[in-house]
């Protein structure tokens, strides 16, 4: 079955930085767009950032556009999420998700957490 595990998250002081990775099983994951969702106490289900199944186009949200990136390894079958310049609005919890649609991978559309398939989640914590 379809398993994303996410990894790499924890406690960074503001201007920090972490990189998230998710590890991809049960699916043919170079035929598959893939996202980054958070959710935090103000904002709910936030898209990040969205990534084609070649990795040659990116999307990404206005409040991390210059600061994350992310990034592909079809042949580990992985995805990732460089974070960089961290500040405690980004505190939250960190989905890998494989969407439903294009258009959710790209932000066009909403998250919903009863489409697609989501990891477990990664806490991160940005505090000085």
């Known amino acids: 079955q379809v398993q994303l595990v996410e990894s790499g998250g924890g406690s960074v002081q503001p201007g920090g930085s972490l990189r998230l990775s998710c590890a991809a099983s049960?699916?043919?994951?170079?035929?598959?767009?893939m996202t980054w969702i958070r959710q935090t106490p103000g904002k709910g289900l936030e898209w990040l950032a969205g990534?084609?199944?070649?990795?040659?186009?990116?999307f990404y949200a206005e409040s991390v556009k210059g600061r994350f990136a992310i990034s592909r390894d079809n042949d580990k079958e992985m995805v990732f999420l460089e974070m960089n310049n961290l500040q405690s609005e980004d505190t939250g919890r960190y989905y890998c998700?494989?969407?439903?649609?294009?258009?959710?991978?790209?932000?066009?559309?909403?998250?919903?957490?009863?489409?697609?398939?989501w990891g477990q989640g990664a806490q991160v914590t940005v505090a000085s």
């Open positions: 049960g699916f043919p994951f170079n035929k598959y767009w």
């Open positions: 990534i084609s199944m070649k990795g040659d186009k990116t």
């Open positions: 998700l494989r969407p439903s649609t294009v258009s959710q991978a790209m932000g066009t559309t909403p998250p919903r957490q009863d489409e697609g398939y």
